[in-house]
């Protein structure tokens, strides 16, 4: 495991400019949705009885929400723009995908260069609909899953303690997704570097034991990082806070490209040794 995590280190430092892109782009998203839950959060907040409410006035607060949400254009408005700014992710997650998996592809090639925009322009179509096809797979148990876990979010308003009762679902729900994420990802490796979709995918089950240790490891490092850092943040509010936050998009947008490129080293050795 750790010679994959080290090759993908050595091709993160060699994609160190994809890493500050990233971290624009993610800066960039952060900020947009900031300003948009802002606008959205604090008059309502505005509206909030004082600090010793009593029962009618949460009940005339409550009230008035829900009479908003029914018959006020500006939530509408709101909610067309947080699908706007979901949309935009949406497609350009792909994008982004393509330039990543089309350098690992020149790197492992021996080429060295810019090669991340002309992996969107070559790869974002085949890249686009493996995309697709894994939103679409995450969230079909939504569709046997929410009708279970509603009622326990409903009753915790009044009881926290009912949320344990979600947390088999959840967990199941989220082991599914990753593995789904894992597959598909083997098989674009596959597909962006002309290796058969089905080689690709046992590549994964018989390095499967290799593939959870380096998430955990490197996705477990990130978990721990982003905690630290999250806390310092709070902790020295002000301009410091504000440095600290931001080296968090960075450092998470080099740890994502960091999984990725181990679980490519690894994918490519697994399917070397069977050809």
């Known amino acids: 495991m750790k010679s994959y995590a080290g090759q993908g280190w050595i091709s ?35 509206r909030y009885p004082d600090s010793a409410p009593n029962e009618l006035s949460r009940l005339l607060f409550f009230f008035e929400g829900e009479m908003s949400l029914t018959l006020d254009d500006t939530v509408h408005t709101f909610g067309w723009l947080l ?12 994008l982004i995908r393509a330039g990543i998996f089309y350098n690992l592809h020149q790197e492992s090639s021996g080429q060295r260069g810019l ?16 995309y697709i096809i894994e939103l679409v797979l995450t ?4 569709y046997w899953l929410i009708p279970k876990l509603l009622p326990i979010l409903l009753s915790s ?27 598909l990802m083997y098989m674009q490796f ?13 590549a994964l089950f018989r390095r499967l034991g290799t593939a959870v240790l380096i998430s955990i490891t ?28 931001q080296a968090s998009y960075f450092l998470s947008g080099l740890f994502q490209i960091w999984i990725i490129s181990s679980q490519y080293h690894l994918w490519k050795a697994s399917v070397s040794e069977h050809r």
Do not use: E
């Open 115 to 130: 090669f991340f925009f002309t992996g969107m322009q070559k790869l974002w179509k085949s890249v686009t609909v493996f």
């Open 139 to 142: 969230f079909i148990p939504g």
């Open 157 to 183: 308003i009044q009881a926290p303690t009912v949320l344990l009762h979600a947390l088999p679902y959840v967990a199941a729900w989220l082991l599914y997704a990753y593995l789904i994420r894992m597959i």
């Open 190 to 202: 596959g597909r962006t570097g002309n290796t058969s979709l089905l080689t690709s995918a046992l």
């Open 83 to 94: 699908a706007g700014l979901l949309l935009i992710r949406m497609v350009l997650t792909p």
């Open 12 to 46: 993160v430092k060699d994609q160190l400019y994809v890493s500050i892109l990233l971290f624009l782009y993610r800066l960039l998203w952060g900020y947009c949705l900031y300003r948009l839950v802002k606008s959205a959060v604090v008059p309502l907040l505005v």
């Open 218 to 245: 490197v996705g477990g490092s990130t978990m721990v990082i982003m905690l630290l850092l999250g806390s310092a943040s709070l902790y020295w509010a002000g301009f410091i806070g504000l440095i600290v936050q």
